[in-house]
């Protein structure tokens, strides 16, 4: 792979991550810090809804074009700044005092993240070839898990030492990383051309979708195959900080340092085993991991505030995220129709998202109802039927993709 495609992978998916945790856990920690309860401190979960609803206005980006850039780097660029303004106005903004305001900010920032989201995966998609597919999306995965680490880990510590309203002003900073990343990137126009019309981009993905055997296995894996990880994801900082009494100091110091190599060893791990065994494996293997990874902060809840503890859990996390989103982006990209990469990618990952937004505004509700000791095994046990799904997986109707003699066009079978 030329190394400017792969500094731009790097960007692009350092950009794509940025804005996640600063609506979620880490705005969910600037809101413990103000003294908000853990029920509207989880009900803030429902702002991140536009991940799972950017598939009604996915077919406007495949259909149209921005002028200056092309029709993927326009809308990436285009989203960029406007996510770097809406982190400029939430730095601005006092949870405690507005709540509405940041409330409408954390929206504006989901749908502009959201967006971008649709046309640099639609880009990477029609970028790389098969070849390197796997690898692209691999570097993708670690870069956007790096990000996170950034906007988590890294941010919890600067609000320690400088305050939230400045930490907020770098991450929005940050944001130029991905503008300089979508400025390198090639113009894919020449390669998938844009839908003949508007009706065409909304009924062309979803046709070729339903006439395939066993779709309706492949869209239920894609909502569930995560929804232990969201669920235990959502309360994990309100857990750390307010149940057990971790400093912001100490939680971004064990996110910035072992959580950050863990999350690139799991990417590593998750290439390789995506080049060494069938998808179908590594989806199991992923998925076992994942769902043991959410019983490390359980044990935190019954061990008690040990900082070894601490870095083992977040460790295990990491590692288990790199891991299976390889697995399951490899999956979900390679079931994508090229024709159609914007929008069905797109529903492929708001339906992954899907479990975050609706179960996961619930998430405080039931830490209270539960207790902190019951609440992360009943995370794990939601992980179940993921797995259980993937003893059908002979009937989803997948198999390795093969090319078209007539266009080169990879689209699966």
């Known amino acids: 792979m030329p190394p400017r495609r792969l500094l731009v992978l790097v960007l692009l998916g350092f950009a794509s991550g940025l804005p996640l945790f600063l609506t979620g856990s880490t705005l969910k920690a600037w809101m413990t810090d103000e003294g908000l309860s853990l029920g509207t401190i989880g009900l803030f979960s429902f702002v991140t809804l536009p991940y799972s609803l950017k598939v009604f206005w996915a077919p406007f980006l495949d259909r149209y074009a921005l002028p200056g850039l092309g029709r993927r780097r326009g809308w990436m660029f285009s989203m960029q700044a406007l996510m770097a303004g809406a982190l400029i106005l939430l730095a601005l903004s006092q949870p405690k005092l507005g709540l509405a305001r940041v409330a409408a900010l954390a929206l504006a920032l989901t749908i502009t993240s959201a967006t971008f989201d649709i046309a640099v995966d639609a880009w990477r998609a029609e970028a790389l070839d098969q070849k390197?597919?796997?690898?692209?999306?691999?570097?993708?995965?670690?870069?956007?898990?790096?990000?996170?680490?950034?906007?988590?880990?890294?941010?919890?510590?600067?609000?320690?030492?400088?305050?939230?309203?400045?930490?907020?002003?770098?991450?929005?900073?940050?944001?130029?990383?991905?503008?300089?990343?979508?400025?390198?990137?090639?113009?894919?126009?020449?390669?998938?051309?844009?839908?003949?019309?508007?009706?065409?981009?909304?009924?062309?993905?979803?046709?070729?979708?339903?006439?395939?055997?066993?779709?309706?296995?492949?869209?239920?894996?894609?909502?569930?195959?995560?929804?232990?990880?969201?669920?235990?994801?959502?309360?994990?900082?309100?857990?750390?900080?307010?149940?057990?009494?971790?400093?912001?100091?100490?939680?971004?110091?064990?996110?910035?340092?072992?959580?950050?190599?863990?999350?690139?060893?799991?990417?590593?791990?998750?290439?390789?085993?995506?080049?060494?065994?069938?998808?179908?494996?590594?989806?199991?293997?992923?998925?076992?991991?994942?769902?043991?990874?959410?019983?490390?902060?359980?044990?935190?809840?019954?061990?008690?505030?040990?900082?070894?503890?601490?870095?083992?859990?977040?460790?295990?996390?990491?590692?288990?995220?790199?891991?299976?989103?390889?697995?399951?982006?490899?999956?979900?990209?390679?079931?994508?129709?090229?024709?159609?990469?914007?929008?069905?990618?797109?529903?492929?990952?708001?339906?992954?998202?899907?479990?975050?937004?609706?179960?996961?505004g619930m998430t405080g509700f039931m830490a209270d109802w539960y207790g902190w000791k019951l609440y992360f095994p009943v995370c794990a046990a939601a992980a179940i039927p993921g797995l259980l799904l993937l003893l059908l997986y002979d009937r989803w109707g997948l198999a390795e993709p093969e090319a078209s003699a007539e266009t080169g066009e990879i689209r699966p079978t």
């Open 132 to 360: 390197h597919l796997g690898l692209g999306n691999s570097i993708h995965i670690t870069a956007y898990r790096v990000a996170m680490l950034v906007s988590g880990g890294l941010a919890m510590i600067l609000a320690q030492v400088m305050g939230w309203r400045s930490t907020y002003l770098l991450m929005a900073a940050c944001t130029g990383l991905g503008m300089v990343g979508t400025w390198l990137a090639v113009n894919t126009d020449s390669v998938a051309k844009a839908p003949r019309s508007m009706k065409v981009a909304i009924s062309g993905p979803l046709e070729d979708l339903l006439k395939r055997s066993g779709i309706v296995y492949l869209f239920a894996f894609t909502i569930f195959f995560k929804l232990g990880d969201w669920l235990a994801e959502a309360m994990t900082m309100p857990f750390l900080m307010r149940g057990m009494g971790f400093t912001k100091l100490q939680i971004g110091t064990v996110q910035k340092t072992t959580a950050m190599v863990a999350i690139i060893l799991g990417g590593l791990i998750g290439g390789w085993m995506l080049m060494r065994m069938s998808l179908r494996k590594a989806l199991w293997i992923c998925g076992f991991v994942q769902a043991s990874s959410i019983l490390g902060f359980w044990s935190i809840s019954l061990l008690g505030r040990h900082l070894a503890l601490l870095v083992a859990a977040n460790s295990l996390e990491n590692l288990a995220y790199g891991m299976g989103s390889t697995a399951l982006v490899a999956l979900l990209m390679g079931s994508c129709n090229r024709s159609y990469t914007g929008t069905q990618y797109a529903l492929f990952s708001a339906l992954t998202a899907l479990p975050r937004t609706l179960f996961a």
